[in-house]
C-alpha cells in the first residue's frame, strides 16, 4: 500500500530541487544555505511531523524577508531581489506544517524560481528543467487533488500505477500543446521589459582596439563568439570579418569611421551563410570576409566593409550574410591616404631602418610587401601567447628581441611597416577559422579563434595580407589550433546547443510573422507533392493498423477460450438485439429467457454446463458454440436441436 | 499564475518564459480535456431498496459502469438533485468495470417517481475546478407514504374492530394444543418423546400460535387531517403490526386485501397507499 502523502511529499521536493537547481548559482549566498537547509529540515520535519516553524514566526520572517529584498530593488536590480525572495519564502514553506494549499504554494513557487532563472540564463539546460517540472507539476497536482479528498489516503499498487498511468497523460499531452503553442503565442516586436532578460557578456577574444604590448599573455577563452551556418569551405577561406582599425595613437589601432569613400565588391564566388550572434554589448555584426550584404536584421554598413546593428545586441540574433569568397574589394572613390599612412612618432630607429631598406630596394608596392614578408620571415618570429613583449616599444620588441607575439604583434607591426614603407594599409579585427560541425552544418567559432589581419591598398584595391602566417611555428601552432576538430559528443552536444538557440531563442515577433508568411506559400508548395503525401499517409495509418491489431492480439490472447466464445456471444446478442450493455451481473439464462430466442437458451444452457461442470471445452464444442453465436448475429432462425 | 507569467513573456519576450506559459496553458487544456474525459462514458443504473418512504433519507445503490475502453474514471461523487450535501463517492473505477455506491435520497412525496436527476461530480484531475455530468434517468420508483406515529388508542382499536379473521394455523411457540403424528417435515424439538415411547410411531407436540389476532386496516377511517395523514398513519400501522407479527390487511376504496403476513404481503399493502388516489 502506497500512502498518497508519500507520493505527495516525493513529488513536493523534486519539483522544488528542479526549481532551485537552475538559479542555484545566481542566489545570494546566504540564501544558497538556506534553502539547503530548508530543503534538509523540511524533508526531516515531514518524516517526523515536527515543524520548526509555527505559522505566526512565519509570518513575521516572510515579512522581513520582504523588506530586506524589496529595500534593494530598483530598475537596474530587478530580478535578482525578486528570485531570492521567492526562494526565500519557498525555504519558510518548506519548514513549516503542510496542508493541501501548502503544497499548491510550493509548486507554485517552484515554477516561479524556474521562470526566474530564464532571465538569468538562456542555457539550454533549462529545457530539462522544465520537461522535469511540468511532469511534477502535473503529476503531483492529480496528487494533491486525491490528498485534498482524504489525507490519509492509501492506494494498492495496482491503483497508484492506474493513477500515475492516467496522471502521465497531462505532462505528456502538456508538453506535446507547448510545442504548438509556443510558435503561435502573440509576441511584441518591441517588448517593455526586455531590461529583464539576462544581460549580455563582453566578449574576451574580439576587441575594439589593438594595443600590443598591453598584456603579458593573452588567454582567450573558448566561449562561443558566433556561430555561422554554411557550406564546408577551406580553411584559408574563413576569415570573419568585424571591424577596421585605420588609425593609430602610440601603440594603440582605433577605428575611424572613413568619410566619403566607396567600395565595390568584385569577383569570387557567392556564399551565403547565416550568422546567430549571442548577446553582447557591442554592436558589430561579423560577417564571412568578404561581405556584400546582410538580410534579416536593421544594419548600418560602412565604406570598409563593416557592419553595425542599428540596435543593441542584447539578445541573440540570426541573420544572413551574402559573401564573396575569393573577390576583391575595389575602392571606387579616393581614398584617405592621410589616415591609412599616419604613422606614430615614436617609432624605434630599428623600425625605421627596416622601412627605409624596403623603400629603397622596391620601387612598387607589391615589391615591398614581398620584401616586408620576407623580413618576417627572416626574423624567425613566433607565435605565442605568452611571455610577450611589455616594453614601452613593443614593435620593435616584438621584432628584434623576443621575437614571440600573437596576431596583434605580427599585424600591427606588418601594418605599420608596411605604411612606413608608404603602403596604405589598416588592420582588420574579427575572428580566423572555425570548427564545422556536420551535425548542424554550420562553424562554430569561439573566442579564441579572435584574430587581427592587414589589408592593403594596391592599385585601388584592399588586399588582405595575414602576417600571423608568416610565423616560423604558423603551421603548429596558428592553423592547427584553429582547426583542431570536435569530439563526437561536443559537436553533438553544440549541435543541440545551436538548434535550442536557432529553433527556441531567436524565435521573436519578425520571425512568427515571417512563419505565416511562409506557411501559405508552403502549402501552395505541397499540392504537386500529393503522391508523397498519400504515401506518408498509408504509412502512417499501416502502422496505426499495426498498432491496432497488436494491441487486439495481445488483448485477445489473455482471454481463455471460453472467456472469447462468451464475449462473441455478448458481442452477437448486443448487434442483434441493439442492446446497449449487457449487466454482468444478469445470468445468461435469464437473458436468454428474457429475449425469448431459443438459441439464446441453447447456447446459455450448453454453455453454463461446461462452466459449472468445470471441464474443458472441446474443440467440437467449441465449434457447435461458435456456429450458434455467427446463427444469432445473422438472425437465422434455426431450430437449435438440429445444431445439438 | 499563467497569465502573469503570460504578461511577463510578452513583455520581456522572453522565449523561455513562453516555453513555460505554454507548457502551462497545455496542461490547462489537457487537464480540461480529463476531466471531460472522467464524467464521460459512465452508464448508470439504479437500485433502490424496497422500501422507500417519502420524506425519510434513503440509501439508493448507484450502480456505475466505466465504459472507457482505456481510462480508468477518478473521484467520483454521486449525488441525487439539490442534495449535494448527501453524496456517496468512489475513488476509482477501473476501466470496464461496475462498482456500487450507496446514494442518499429523500423524497418529499408518495407515489411514482419516473424520473431521477442523478449528478456526477469530481474534482479530477486537479482540484481547483469540479465538473459535473446531470443524468437524467427513467426508472420508476414507487415511494411509501411517509410513517407518521398514531398509536392512540382510538385507531388500534379502529383496526382492531376491523379484523375478523382468526388465525387458526399452528404455531411453534405457544402452549400445546393437540398431539399429532410426525410427518418428517416437523423440527425434532416438536417430538414428544416420552408420549413416542408408547406408541409404535413418533407423536408431535402441536403447539398453537402466539400470533396476534389479524388486523384490517382502512385509512379513511384512521385519525388524521388529511388523506396523507392517514395514509401516513396506515404506513405506520403496517410497518408496525407486521413487525409484531400480526396479520394486516387492507381496505382502501374498492381495493380489499385480506390480512396476511410475510415481507411480499407488507410491500403489496404499502403500495397500494403509495399509489392511492395519484391519477
Sequence with gaps: MLRIKTLLTILTYLVVLLGIIPLFTWLDAPVQFGIVGAFCAGLLADHRQRYLLGSKVATVLTFVFFAIYLVQLNLNNVVAPIINLVVLLLCIRLVTAKQGRHYLQIFALALFCLAGSSLLSLGMLYLPALILMIFGVTIGLVVLTFFHRDPSLRLTRAQSTSLIKTALILPIGSLLLMLVLFFILPRTPFPLWNFLNPAASATAGFSEQVRPGAFASNAASNNLAFRAECEQMGGEDLYWRGTVLNSIEGSTWKRTIPQHEHTRVVGGQQVSCTITLPATDKQFLFTLDRPIKLDGIRDRQHSDQVFLSRRPLRKIVSYQCQSSLGGTLQQLSAADMELYLDVPDNITPRVQQVAQQIRQQAATLPQRISLLEDFFRQQQLNYATTDLPRSAAPIDEFLFAKKRGYCEFFASSFALLLRLSEVPARLVGGYHGGEYNNFGGYYLITEDMAHVWVEALIDGQWQRLDPSRLASNAATTLIASRQQGLSLGKRTLDSLEYMWTQVIITYDFNTQINLIRNSGSHLKNLAPQTTTLVHAGLIILLLLLSAAALLWWRAYQRLTPQQRLLKRYQDALLQRYKLTNIPPASGLVELALKLDDPRCLTFAQRYSAILYGKRHLSAAEYRQLDDLITEIRQGQDKKSSKLF | ?279
Excluded at chain 2, 37 to 47: D, M, P, R, Y
Excluded at chain 2, 63 to 86: E, G, K, T
Excluded at chain 2, 252 to 257: C, E, P
Design chain 2, 1 to 279: 499564475m499563467t497569465l502573469l507569467l503570460g504578461f511577463g513573456a510578452v513583455n520581456t519576450g522572453n522565449n523561455l518564459l513562453y516555453l513555460l506559459v505554454s507548457a502551462l496553458l497545455g496542461f490547462m487544456a489537457i487537464s480540461g480535456l480529463l476531466g471531460h474525459w472522467n464524467l464521460k462514458n459512465i452508464q448508470v443504473t439504479l437500485e433502490p431498496p424496497d422500501e422507500i418512504y417519502a420524506g425519510v433519507e434513503t440509501l439508493v445503490r448507484v450502480r456505475l459502469h466505466n465504459r472507457h475502453r482505456l481510462l480508468p474514471v477518478f473521484l467520483l461523487d454521486v449525488y441525487f438533485a439539490a442534495q449535494s450535501d448527501r453524496t456517496g463517492h468512489l475513488p476509482l473505477l477501473k476501466k470496464g468495470e461496475w462498482e456500487a455506491v450507496g446514494v442518499p435520497i429523500t423524497f418529499s412525496a408518495r407515489g411514482q417517481h419516473q424520473h431521477q436527476q442523478l449528478t456526477i461530480s469530481s474534482t479530477f484531475p486537479i482540484n481547483f475546478f469540479i465538473r459535473r455530468r446531470v443524468l437524467e434517468l427513467s426508472q420508476n420508483i414507487i415511494v411509501f407514504p411517509r410513517p407518521l406515529v398514531c398509536r392512540q388508542q382510538g385507531s388500534v382499536d379502529q383496526a382492531q374492530r376491523a379484523g375478523v379473521l382468526e388465525n387458526q394455523a399452528k404455531g411453534t411457540d405457544g402452549d400445546i394444543s393437540s398431539i399429532g403424528n410426525y410427518q418428517g417435515s416437523e423440527p425434532l424439538k416438536m417430538i414428544h418423546w416420552k408420549l413416542s415411547a408408547h406408541h409404535d410411531s413418533l407423536k408431535i407436540k402441536e403447539l398453537s400460535s402466539l400470533q396476534h389476532l389479524p388486523v384490517q386496516i382502512d385509512p379513511l377511517t384512521l385519525p388524521g387531517n388529511s388523506l396523507e395523514q392517514q395514509l401516513s398513519c396506515a404506513a405506520y400501522l403496517i410497518n408496525d403490526l407486521t413487525r409484531r407479527n400480526r396479520p394486516v390487511g387492507l381496505k382502501l376504496g374498492s381495493v380489499t386485501i385480506p390480512p396476511a403476513l410475510g415481507p411480499g404481503h407488507k410491500l403489496r399493502l404499502l403500495k397500494e397507499l403509495a399509489l392511492y388516489a395519484q391519477d
